[in-house]
């Protein structure tokens, strides 16, 4: 890479370094890895609630979008944090010893097709919302903005 120019860095307080992201993530609390632990919303409640993607939780609904599972659907029984998946019900394998176990699922191969919905997930909908938040005149620079910098 001698002949790329560096990447433009913004914030001298965040690391670039590949090394620190993989040890902050491998070693990330459980209250930082349910949030990355998060699946995109399926199309229906992505128009209705104008979000993207929310952290999975107990009790959501999803479906499997990605490997030997697709096409799976079912209720999501345990987030599995230490491990980074979800469990799901009617997603389970059986060992050698003939003893059922549930197969663990990555959250970002699976779409939320039905949210549990209680008042702190409404509240995180609500603030998470981009097109409230466009008509708060949060959001984009438009071009009026760009206009009024030449001004002074």
Request: glycine share 6%; net charge positive; with cysteine.
């Amino acid at each position: 890479r001698e002949g790329d120019a560096p990447a433009m860095k913004f914030s001298k307080a965040v690391s670039s370094s590949r090394r620190k992201s993989r040890k902050a993530h491998f070693s990330a609390p459980s209250h930082k890895r349910q949030k990355l632990m998060s699946a995109p919303l399926s199309q229906e409640l992505k128009q209705k609630y104008n979000v993207r993607a929310v952290p999975v939780r107990k009790d959501d609904d999803v479906s499997v979008v990605r490997g030997t599972y697709k096409g799976r659907e079912g209720k999501v029984i345990a987030c599995y944090r230490k491990k980074w998946v979800i469990h799901i019900d009617r997603i389970t394998r059986e060992k050698a010893n003939g003893a059922t176990v549930n197969v663990g699922i990555d959250p970002s191969k699976t779409v939320i097709t039905k949210l549990k919905l209680d008042k702190d997930r409404k509240r995180m909908l609500e603030r998470k919302d981009r097109k409230a938040g466009s008509a708060k005149g949060k959001g984009k620079y438009t071009e009026a903005d760009a206009a009024m910098q030449d001004v002074d």
